[in-house]
């Protein structure tokens, strides 16, 4: 089955800095990689996508990159703010829509 | 905007017993999902379910497990005898179709086994 590998666990970044989290997957058949931001207490929300025909996408402040031969994909935040801290999930979703999590990555930025 | 409804949002039940969690799909989605996160911990597959039949499950998705639809606008997930191990945030979610469409998640469900 898929496995979805992410790094960093933990990240903590001053406002205003970047912040990139990278994942990798296993399974050649996943061809929709969502990205989600999770709040305390809240369900995953989709922040940006990507599909496996595209090598990147960027919606203001994020963006998502691709490489389908190396199978990894990385979220980009730029000009990062205090309420960007959250845990952050890459997932890889199969044809049939079994979506596979990343272990999370924990963003902090400081003020 | 339309959203993922889920109730209740805490359970709390004895080990040994059966718990129902409900969930209210966005109206126009036809493909439903269940995912569970136990505290501090990774969202996991449990279920995707289409046309009244499960589509794919996980081997989390054992016997004890299962869904349903009820009627138009219910979606739910039957834990038939509760273990400890069953406590977790569980998930619904719906899409428009399956595969490349994005999956708009409920705010979950608490469940406590004690």
């Known amino acids: 089955g898929e496995n979805v590998e992410q790094h960093p666990s933990t990240l903590s970044v001053q406002e205003g800095d970047s912040a990139v989290i990278k994942c990798t997957y296993s399974?050649?058949?996943?061809?929709?990689f969502p990205w989600y931001k999770q709040e305390l207490g809240k369900g995953p929300q989709l922040i940006i996508d990507?599909?496996?025909?595209?090598g990147e996408k960027k919606d203001q402040r994020i963006a998502v990159t691709l490489n389908k031969t190396a199978k990894h994909f990385s979220l980009h935040i730029t000009e990062t703010q205090p309420e960007d801290s959250a845990v952050y999930f890459c997932?890889?979703?199969?044809?049939?829509?079994?979506?596979?999590f990343g272990d999370g990555t924990t963003l902090t930025v400081k003020p | 905007e339309p959203e993922v409804t889920q109730t209740p949002s805490h359970q709390v039940t004895q080990m040994g017993q059966e718990v129902i969690l409900r969930c209210v799909p966005i109206?126009?989605?036809?493909?439903f999902y269940w995912y569970r996160q136990i505290l501090g911990q990774k969202v996991e597959f449990l279920v995707s379910?289409?046309?009244?039949?499960?589509?794919?499950k996980s081997e989390i998705f054992d016997d004890q497990f299962s869904v349903e639809r009820p009627d138009g606008s219910n979606f739910t997930l039957k834990i038939r005898s509760t273990k400890l191990e069953d406590s977790a945030m569980y998930f619904c979610?719906?899409?428009?179709?399956?595969?490349?469409?994005?999956?708009?998640f409920g705010p979950g469900t608490r469940l406590t086994v004690t």
């Open positions: 979610a719906s899409s428009v179709e399956s595969g490349t469409y994005e999956q708009y």
């Open positions: 399974d050649s058949a996943s061809n929709y």
């Open positions: 990507i599909r496996s025909n595209v």
């Open positions: 997932a890889a979703s199969e044809p049939a829509g079994k979506s596979t």
């Open positions: 109206s126009n989605h036809l493909y």
């Open positions: 379910f289409y046309n009244n039949e499960i589509s794919e």
